[in-house]
T-cell receptor, first 111, second 115 residues
Framework: NAGVTQTPKFQVLKTGQSMTLQCAQDMNHEYMSWYRQDPGMGLRLIHYSVGAGITDQGEVPNGYNVSRSTTEDFPLRLLSAAPSQTSVYFC??????????FGDGTRLSIL | KQEVTQIPAALSVPEGENLVLNCSFTDSAIYNLQWFRQDPGKGLTSLLLIQSSQREQTSGRLNASLDKSSGRSTLYIAASQPGDSATYLCAVLLQNSNSGYALNFGKGTSLLVTP
């Protein structure tokens, strides 16, 4: 049972670089979301998707893009990395209002 | 906006003690409330989920209660063990969320159980 898989686990980028954080789930969940976790701020919603082909913005969407071409995958793209995007990123999935399942996170540093 | 507050922010107890973690939320129109555990450098593990119509849920040494009208939930840990050391997060799902099933998180309680 893989659950929610995030890659990479760690990444260091230079300011201005772009990259994609991968998220895949094997539970056929229709709902997927991305959060960032910062010290003293808790987890904040970046983007979410209620099904393939449907995405929307969360609380802190600026600087990030998402797409949902399949039920399983929900990648998060950083278009032009900034130091303020240094954070730990978590992907989550659920079926409706059922317990949400989280990946192990991607620890991202922007220099 | 739903505000979720967890008290205390940090807690240190000797092994064997029973303890209570508190969570409060400002909007009582919730769909459910979920307690998570997060170990250092790891993801979130769901511990208990309480639907808005329920008063409590139990799993082993853990018991979570919900008082929707007062906007409070507690997580009770019986006979604490060093392996319980972690950060505990409370999260609520609003009934009329405009973000699908996105959770509103508290900032967590960092628990240390000493041998």
């Amino acid at each position: 049972n893989a659950g929610v898989t995030q890659t990479p686990k760690f990444q260091v980028l230079k300011t201005g670089q772009s990259m994609t954080l991968q998220c895949a789930q094997d539970m056929n969940h229709e709902y997927m979301s991305w959060y960032r976790q910062d010290p003293g701020m808790g987890l904040r919603l970046i983007h979410y998707s209620v099904g393939a082909g449907i995405t929307d913005q969360g609380e802190v969407p600026n600087g990030y893009n998402v797409s949902r071409s399949t039920t399983e995958d929900f990648p998060l793209r950083l278009l032009s990395a900034a130091p303020s995007q240094t954070s730990v990123y978590f992907c989550a999935s659920s079926s409706g209002g059922q317990p949400q399942h989280f990946g192990d996170g991607t620890r991202l540093s922007i220099l | 906006k739903q505000e979720v507050t967890q008290i205390p922010a940090a807690l240190s107890v000797p092994e064997g003690e029973n303890l209570v973690l508190n969570c409060s939320f400002t909007d009582s129109a919730i769909y459910n409330l979920q307690w998570f555990r997060q170990d250092p450098g790891k993801g979130l593990t769901s511990l208990l989920l309480i639907q808005s119509s329920q008063r409590e849920q139990t799993s082993g040494r853990l018991n979570a209660s919900l008082d929707k009208s007062s906007g409070r939930s507690t997580l009770y840990i019986a006979a604490s063990q060093p392996g319980d050391s972690a950060t505990y997060l409370c999260a609520v799902l609003l009934q009329n969320s405009n973000s699908g099933y996105a959770l509103n998180f508290g900032k967590g309680t960092s628990l240390l159980v000493t041998p």
